[in-house]
């Protein structure tokens, strides 16, 4: 899951609204609609704002790799 679907997903279990989201994090509502479409690069002090105004630590929205799980594949030889 990438970072925009991990913030995306969030939002609606905690019922927050990009309006309400602006109002916490005092980031323009079109900015953080820019950060919720996919391909979208978001900036790291955005992710932070959004995190602090959801009550989560920022790692929880970045999207984890099977390597950073400890569960990565070895390559094929």
């Known amino acids: ?3 925009v679907e991990t913030i995306k997903r969030m ?3 905690k019922g927050v609204s990009l309006t309400k989201l602006a109002s ?7 900015a953080l609609a820019r950060a919720e479409r996919p391909g ?3 900036k790291a ?3 932070a704002a ?3 105004a959801l009550g989560v630590p ?3 929205l970045f999207e984890r790799t099977g390597h950073e ?3 990565a594949k070895p390559a094929k030889r």
């Not at 916490?24 to 079109?30: E, F, Q």
Request: charged share 25%; net charge positive.
């Open 24 to 30: 916490l994090t005092g980031l323009h509502r079109m």
């Open 11 to 13: 939002l609606k279990a």
């Open 58 to 60: 920022v790692c929880e």
């Open 40 to 42: 979208q690069d978001v």
């Open 1 to 3: 899951m990438s970072t």
């Open 45 to 47: 002090s955005t992710v």
């Open 50 to 52: 959004i995190a602090e």
């Open 69 to 71: 799980r400890g569960r």
